[in-house]
């Protein structure tokens, strides 16, 4: 499975409104500024993740973006399958196929779906609080060393 910019950057901003939760509404240009990610760019993603029910865009000089629930009921299959679609690892093809061809998906489609299964388990698993859990955990470990 391949995450396209699409996706990084789709959870980049849910991981930076995740961090911010429950204070006021981060703007565009913050993000985009944070995270290291185009502004432009960052405005459609943020329209995906608004269509999708896991953000709120409030509109005004106090406006900005939030997230629609807390950092715990958001996983990041969440995001993605809404930012990437599919997550199988192969695409599937209806072409005519010779019959060894067919063997050998017959053989190897299972595997795939099986591949496919643990990917979303893992993402459901994921949610954008343990992301922050994981963040904390790492600054933690770089204050000490130092």
């Known amino acids: ?21 429950g204070s006021r509404p981060r703007r565009s240009r913050e993000i985009a500024e944070a995270q290291k990610v185009a502004e432009d ?3 459609q993603l943020l329209i995906v993740l608004r269509k999708a029910g896991l953000i709120h865009s409030l509109r005004g000089p106090q406006g900005g973006h939030v997230l629609a629930r807390p950092p715990h009921q958001i996983t990041l299959y969440d ?6 679609g599919s997550l199988s690892p192969v695409e599937y093809s209806n072409d005519l196929r010779e019959k060894s061809m067919v063997e050998v998906d017959e053989i190897l489609n299972p595997i795939w779906d099986e591949v496919e299964q643990q990917i979303i388990a893992t993402l ?11 963040h904390h955990s790492l600054q933690a470990q770089v204050m000490y060393h130092i």
């Not at 499975?1 to 939760?21: P, T």
């Not at 995001?79 to 990437?84: I, K, N, P």
């Not at 459901?124 to 859990?133: C, F, G, P, V, Y």
């Open 124 to 134: 459901k698993s994921t949610s954008l609080q343990a992301l922050m859990e994981r």
């Open 1 to 21: 499975m391949k995450i396209s910019s699409k996706g990084e950057y789709g959870l980049r901003a849910l991981f930076d409104l995740a961090m911010h939760y």
């Open 79 to 84: 995001a993605l399958s809404e930012l990437e």
């Open 41 to 43: 760019y960052l405005n």
